[in-house]
């Protein structure tokens, strides 16, 4: 694996702490600068609402320019919003520089995925996006425990401040490497607005809506978890800060078991029955809280937080093989829109979490009846696109095959003929 690309994942891990790092502060950010729990449920969507618009724009950009000239955008960007983040002392300012910082996370998530699916086919793909989502959820994972031990110490403002000195220090190091091999040529200037009206039709077409949709209600799942977290746990169940950061940061573990998982069962299943099987567990676990909502099971809350924790392990396969059987069915695919390509498939995924999280802190209390509701929904959404998508990917599937045999046809009557002509050469030699 390529330095610059191990360097793009560790970032990968920074950015994903730098997201949630404040979690653990949250109450004493209220305190601090006088809002409400209403606030920081939108400070959260309005991370993730940037971080998805901002791919539309770093794909597209690393197309054109190629990826090593798009790193120094995406760096300062991270950096400048996590000082400002630091050194804010107001509501506006705070929520300003959040969408600096967001701005450059989705950019770092965009070139991750892009030079990728540069360097590795499609067989390879799987492993290494698996690594891709690891570092993702390690960065979770480390973001409460990270955040509840710096603030007992710095507060908030120096977990920001951290975050923004190892960002510095990486993109020192890769600014000293050699040029990055894009293996892509750039692409010309004229061309960008075609990829742009391309992305457009694209974005309504299978397979990256439905696949792009589903990924999105199944991270939603946990990000509305996230969302109502705080409140639940440390209001209604009397937690502090060092058991909510536990407990939180114990739900990511999940997902390092669901990439341990999703590499160990490729090597006896395929990528269908891998995916099958996780999305019949997702359901499974909605069909319980379904259960849970309606009164026929009783809602305890630490069977909720296993079944979120069993959700985590199954989720991490279908964001994973759903990225990879996108690029895989999309027939007319072009390796140098990798980049446009992958912003397209985040886009989705962000805007339908961020849309999910405005709805449920704007329309509706944090409690947990409501967090059953819309985890309720999300799986039954999910049900729809995933019978969805199996119907459109057999058709798709179909008409490929439908050539194979056509193809072995015409080898073995080719095959006959070679036959036919060898045996009449043979004989005309015995004569």
């Known amino acids: ?153 710095i507060g908030f403002r120096g977990c920001y401040l951290i975050i923004s000195l190892l960002l510095g220090c990486i993109f020192s190091v890769l600014l000293n490497l050699e040029k990055m091999n894009n293996h892509k040529q750039n692409l010309d200037q004229s061309r960008q607005p075609n990829i742009i009206k391309f992305l457009i039709k694209k974005s309504r077409t299978f397979p990256f809506m439905h696949y792009g949709i589903l990924r999105g209600m199944v991270n939603a799942t946990y990000m509305i978890f996230i969302a109502y977290a705080p409140y639940v746990l440390m209001q209604q169940m009397g937690m502090n800060n060092q058991q909510f950061s536990m407990i939180i940061s114990s739900l990511p573990l999940c997902y390092i078991l669901g990439i341990l998982f999703l590499r160990i069962s490729l090597k006896y299943f395929t ?73 397209l498939l985040e886009f989705y995924l962000g805007a339908v979490t961020a849309f999910l999280i405005l709805v449920s802190s704007y329309f509706l209390k944090p409690k947990i009846g409501n967090l059953l509701t819309m985890f309720s929904v999300c799986g039954g959404c999910c049900l729809c696109l995933w019978m969805s998508i199996r119907i459109k990917a057999k058709k798709i599937l179909s008409k490929s095959v439908q050539f194979v045999p056509f193809t072995i046809m015409n080898l073995s009557s080719d095959e006959k003929k070679s036959d036919i002509n060898l045996a009449s050469s043979n004989s005309t030699q015995k004569r």
């Open 1 to 153: 694996m390529p330095l610059y690309l191990v360097l793009f994942l560790i970032t990968n891990m920074i950015a994903s702490v730098s997201m949630d790092i404040h979690l653990p502060s949250v109450l004493d950010m209220s305190k601090e600068f006088n809002t409400g729990q209403v606030f920081f449920q939108f400070y959260l969507a309005l991370g993730i609402l940037l971080s998805t618009i901002s791919p539309l724009f770093w794909g597209p950009y690393s197309d054109k320019v190629g990826r090593s000239k798009s790193i120094v955008p995406v760096y300062c960007a991270l950096i400048i919003g996590n000082i400002g983040c630091a050194t804010s002392d107001s509501i506006v300012l705070l929520s300003i520089f959040r969408m600096i910082q967001s701005f450059g996370v989705g950019g770092i998530l965009t070139l991750s995925i892009a030079v990728i699916c540069d360097l590795y086919d499609h067989q390879s793909r799987t492993k290494i996006l698996s690594i891709f989502e690891l570092t993702f959820t390690l960065g979770l994972m480390g973001a409460p425990i990270m955040g509840s031990f710096l603030h007992e110490n």
């Open 271 to 343: 990528h269908s029955q891998v995916f099958n099987f996780s999305m019949s567990s997702f359901l499974c676990i909605g069909t319980v809280i379904l259960l849970m909502k309606v009164s026929i099971l009783p809602v305890n809350m630490w069977v909720l937080l296993a079944l979120f924790a069993f959700n985590g392990f199954v989720a991490c396969p279908i964001l994973v093989i759903s990225l990879v059987q996108c690029f895989k069915l999309e027939l007319q695919h072009k390796e140098e829109h990798n980049g446009s390509f992958s912003a």
